[in-house]
């Protein structure tokens, strides 16, 4: 099986470690790519949910792939759906209104807890800054996938061997799958796997020095027109193991995405959201007036009757 192949360097702890990227090729049908323009405003809101009617061959794992989702992550989106029976004539929810991840919207960047990977491509001259996005699958107890900023150092199309989970001296790979059902989940050795055309997609688009930056953000909140949004994924702790989320973070998250502008928070629907996790953007707050202070009475010494 073909095998194309990006590895980047990625210094940590004062070492040199390398961290690669590889895809399998493998017939299927290719999965759908998610593009989106980059808000001219600076939102940091992109796509919109859509829908699928289902037929009686259909899974979950199967929708997701052809829609370039997660396991999970579909998953969630439908709640009590059966993930092998669906059944026939079913609608199902696509997720595709994602808020994206703080930082620069530049090179690749991996949110760990959300499974999911954004490259935010260079544009040429009169071209509109775009973000592709791409499900994937992040690493289990005792072979986490490590946070930090790295660099794509060279790239290999078709190399004649298939890559390990890890590639030992502190290195890492992205990679395809031939097990794309697991995709979305924290199964790997460290590595990151994709869908094996997505990442065969990816690999022309990325260049050599491309910067790589894995983060952890289960909470991601946007102010955009008056409305407040949050949008939480399972936290992942040191060891990349999914844990309880911390209701604390809500507060300040929110606020730092208000600054000085007011909201009127439903607090109970913000708890309940972060507590769900489904993954999907929950409008939890909408743009008040801020309350103005008491007139004073007028006084006036020298008033008298």
């Not at 309940?272 to 004073?296: C, H, I, N, S």
Request: with cysteine.
């Amino acid at each position: 099986m073909p095998i194309t192949e990006i590895p980047v360097k990625w210094p940590r702890y004062g070492a040199a470690a390398a961290l690669g990227i590889a895809s399998l090729a493998f017939a299927c049908d290719p999965a759908l790519a998610r593009v989106y323009p980059l808000p001219q405003d600076g939102s940091t809101v992109i796509g919109e949910d859509s829908a699928v009617t289902t037929v009686y061959e259909d899974t979950l794992p199967e929708l997701a792939q052809r829609y370039s989702l997660g396991y999970y992550e579909i998953i969630r989106a439908n709640p009590g759906v059966d993930v092998w029976i669906p059944g026939a004539d079913r609608k199902l929810t696509l997720p595709g209104k994602r808020i994206l991840p703080p930082g620069p919207r530049e090179g690749i960047v991996v949110n760990l807890p959300e499974h999911r990977l954004y490259y935010y491509p260079k544009p040429r001259k009169g071209e509109e800054p775009v973000v592709i996005t791409y499900p994937v699958s992040i690493g289990k107890m005792d072979w986490r996938t490590p946070l930090g900023e790295t660099r794509v150092v060279s790239k290999v199309r078709n190399p004649s061997w298939y890559p390990p989970e890890s590639v030992g001296g502190g290195s890492y790979l992205i990679h395809g799958t031939n097990n794309p059902v697991a995709v979305g989940m924290a199964v790997t050795h460290g590595c990151i796997r994709m869908y094996p055309e997505d990442v065969a997609a990816l690999f022309p688009l990325v260049p050599v020095g491309t910067n790589v930056r894995l983060v952890n953000e289960p909470v991601k909140v946007a102010w955009v027109t008056g409305q407040l949004l949050i949008e939480v994924h399972p936290p992942v702790d040191a060891e990349g193991q999914v844990v309880e989320p911390d209701l604390q973070v809500l507060e300040p998250l929110l606020d730092q995405a208000l600054g000085k502008d007011t909201a009127a928070i439903h607090w109970d629907l913000a708890r309940e959201t972060l507590q769900a996790a489904t993954g999907m953007p929950t409008l939890v707050g909408l743009a008040a007036e801020p309350e103005a202070a008491p007139e004073k009475e007028a006084t006036s010494a020298s008033a008298a009757r």
